[in-house]
């Protein structure tokens, strides 16, 4: 067994300093399989740690109903299989980019505001759920022979609030817990950002991209002893749909991290390895200094322009980052282990099924609700997916604007059946009048909960209302569509017809589907499965499905124009693929893997 501790300079390994030399790779992210792969390349880089998030709405998707939480204690045990360290930052809030920044759509549904704050609601949802959670971070923790040397208390707190009591609860909480490991807060390295999110006794950090030796003078001030560390050094970014990609110079990146290291510091590199947003879980930020404006969602790739790509490959930055650790390293640095290996050859085929979206909803939608209001998402019980509304127009009215208020995020409209537009403002008008009576449906969906910044936990769907003239239309019909009823078991059930001209080669497809919204079918002969890139010539915005495995969403807006498909969801012979296609994209569109 082994001590880690807080000293006044620096951590201490049974009483040596020591310094911490981390990385962040989200076992979430990442297929388990692939685990030992990716923080073997770790090891390689220089690091010795390993650093994750928990995302609490990934286990819990209603209160007390759990998924596989013990995802984290395999996790843990393949980080002391590599010889490593680990530092577990369980939330209750991460960001992370992830949708809701981890807290469950049914909590931040009913509370609003009432999160993260000393609230004794939310509070005992946060300790139900962390006595579920921290047995298997206790019993891993290094002072019982397991690799856990730090828990974090929330996670950059001083962004959002400013409440003492609450932070001062979740250490005790943590404490209660059996947490015995050093206890340490993470913040930009801003006076109101480490005022608001430190906690007496507890280690401070600081989160920064550049500038370490003003960024440390910060911390110094709030904390005049005690190791310093940047707890997120960002070596990258992330990418929003419909925006350039974000791209960091090696070079300039790895001279960042010396001075980081040559400050005395230990570090966390963010990300080490990124990883996917599998399963439609992305995040959403909003635009703006102070984060308010517009709805910018994440792209489904997470790979962050990290030292270890996507599909785990070194990038130039993982070769400069290993000369800079070299340099601070205690022992040799291991080998870099043989990449992944790649599909066989490149595989494709056209889809020769398809059902209409509406009789998707049918088969796999919830059960209809019906009011005099819309329904937010929250109170259908949809995390990710979409939901149908549906208004009726009374008549005879001559043609008037059809306007729509508190819309989240993103509608597809149709007047009578016919599309009349996409709207995708939080107020926006259909761009034709609409005359009565008439039947309109908008076909919304959730691209991404906010992650971080005050309009966080706000709720999604059309939170307002739909206006003919000034008058607003009440009595609505309501249908949700989740992504987690496409299981294999349902998705049979579902009226699967041919696409017309599907057996005609490779520009089939028009006709019958094609290029109408609804859930399109296809099998992909694959010779040597391996890692992959699954891309889609043709198609508008919607999710992807190899082998019930949902790689998450695509959007033919760019910038990600592929998405990743780990080895071990494919298999030799035919892969079955879905695409629920919400947009309409081109009649030609295929699957292709490469």
């Known amino acids: 067994m082994s001590t880690f501790a807080v000293g006044d300079e620096d951590f201490l390994l049974d009483g040596r300093p020591v310094r911490l030399l981390s990385g962040a790779l989200h076992y979430f992210r990442v297929h388990e399989e692939q685990w030992g792969h990716r923080l073997g390349m770790l090891r390689a880089m220089g690091l010795t740690c390993v650093e994750t998030y928990v995302p609490w709405n990934l286990y819990e998707p209603e209160p007390g109903r759990y998924g596989d939480v013990g995802a984290l204690g395999r996790f843990l045990d393949a980080v002391a299989a590599a010889g490593m360290w680990a530092i577990v930052r369980p939330g209750p809030y991460i960001c992370a980019e992830w949708e809701n920044g981890g807290l469950p759509h049914w909590l931040t549904g009913r509370l609003g505001r009432r999160v993260r704050t ?340 706000e709720p999604k769907g059309l939170t307002g209302g739909v206006r003919h003239e000034r008058q607003y239309v009440h009595g609505v019909r309501a249908r949700g569509l989740r992504l987690d009823a496409f299981e294999a078991g349902a998705v049979a059930k579902v009226p699967f017809r041919p696409v017309a001209g599907a057996g005609a080669g490779a520009g089939a497809g028009a006709g019958a589907g094609g290029s109408e919204p609804g859930l399109y079918r296809a099998v992909v002969d694959v010779a040597g499965p391996g890692d992959a890139a699954l891309s889609l010539p043709g198609g508008g915005r919607g999710f992807v499905w190899v082998n019930g495995f949902c790689l998450g969403r695509y959007w033919c807006v760019g910038p990600q124009e592929s998405l990743f498909v780990p080895g071990p969801v494919l298999r030799e012979g035919g892969n079955e693929v879905w695409v629920l296609e919400l947009e309409g994209g081109d009649p030609r569109m295929r699957v292709e893997l490469a």
């Open 118 to 457: 000393d609230d004794a609601e939310y509070l005992g949802h946060v300790e139900r759920w962390f006595r579920r959670l921290l047995p298997q971070v206790v019993a891993r923790q290094i002072d019982r022979g397991g690799p856990v040397i730090m828990v974090q208390v929330e996670n950059e707190y001083g962004s959002y609030g400013s409440d003492q009591g609450y932070l001062r609860r979740l250490r005790a909480l943590l404490l209660d817990c059996g947490v015995s490991v050093p206890l340490f807060t993470s913040d930009g390295p801003e006076d109101h950002m480490l005022t608001g999110g430190s906690v007496p006794g507890v280690l401070a950090t600081a989160n920064f991209g550049s500038g370490a030796r003003e960024a440390f003078a910060v911390l110094r001030r709030h904390r005049p002893s005690g190791p310093l560390m940047c707890m997120e050094f960002w070596c990258g970014w992330f990418d929003h749909w419909g925006t350039e990609h974000s791209v960091r110079d090696a070079a300039e990146a790895a001279e960042a991290l010396r001075e980081i290291l040559e400050c005395g510091a230990s570090v966390n590199v963010y990300m080490a390895h990124g990883g996917t947003n599998f399963a439609g879980w992305a995040g959403a930020n909003r635009a703006g200094a102070l984060h308010e404006g517009e709805l910018r969602p994440t792209v489904t790739s997470y790979d962050y322009d990290a030292p270890v790509d996507e599909a785990g490959l070194p990038t130039e930055k993982f070769w400069r980052f290993r000369e800079v650790l070299a340099k601070f390293a205690e022992d040799p640095l291991p080998e870099v282990p043989a990449p992944p290996r790649r599909i066989g050859r490149r595989a494709g085929a056209v889809f020769a099924e398809w059902a209409p979206a509406a009789e998707v909803l049918e088969v796999l939608g919830d059960e209809e609700w019906v009011g005099a209001v819309p329904p937010a998402f929250e109170e259908l019980g949809v995390d990710r997916g979409l939901v149908r509304y549906r208004f009726e127009i009374p008549g005879p009215r001559q043609p008037y604007p059809l306007s729509v208020s508190g819309l989240r995020d993103r509608a597809v409209v149709y007047v009578d059946g016919v599309r009349a537009g996409v709207l995708a403002a939080e107020d926006a008008v259909l761009p034709e009048p609409v005359a009565g009576p008439a039947v309109v449906e908008l076909w919304v969906e959730s691209l991404g909960r906010v992650n971080y910044g005050p309009r966080q936990a």
